[in-house]
Nanobody, 123 residues
Framework: QVQLVESGGGSVQAGGSLRLSCSSS??????YAWFRQAPGKKREGVAG????????FYGTSVKGRFTISRDKAQNTLALEMNNLKPEDTAMYYC??????????????????WGQGTQVTVSS
């Protein structure tokens, strides 16, 4: 069974930075993404990456502040988050898709999900 395991969450003050990591037990996925869900809100896509081309895509609320990357050798995914805001507070999930769907944040396009890691940003 494929496992995605997130780490790196925590608490930080507004303006600070955090780096999330996700390790995957399988290296055949074509697309990875980070999603987040705040209490009482729908889950939203944050950033994604193609495993073949390295092409990246971002949600509008994080563009310019967050950077997604992938280490092929380690088969890990990272999300560098800078200039964090209180509205970035959420549970962050790593997700993997067997097909490249051109920058999709549709949850049904993803085949595996991690358990999540909490990010809390205080003002």
């Amino acid at each position: 069974q494929v496992q995605l395991v997130e780490s790196g969450g925590g608490s930080v003050q507004a303006g600070g930075s955090l780096r999330l990591s996700c390790s995957s037990s399988e290296d055949s996925y074509r697309m990875y993404a980070w999603f987040r869900q705040a209490p009482g809100k729908k889950r939203e896509g944050v950033a994604g990456i193609s495993t073949s081309s390295g092409a990246t895509f971002y949600g509008t609320s994080v563009k310019g502040r967050f950077t997604i990357s992938r280490d092929k050798a380690q088969n890990t995914l990272a999300l560098e988050m800078n200039n964090l805001k209180p509205e970035d507070t959420a549970m962050y999930y790593c997700a993997a898709a067997r097909l490249w769907v051109g920058g999709s944040f549709r949850e049904r396009d993803y085949n595996a999900w991690g358990q999540g890691t909490q990010v809390t940003v205080s003002s």
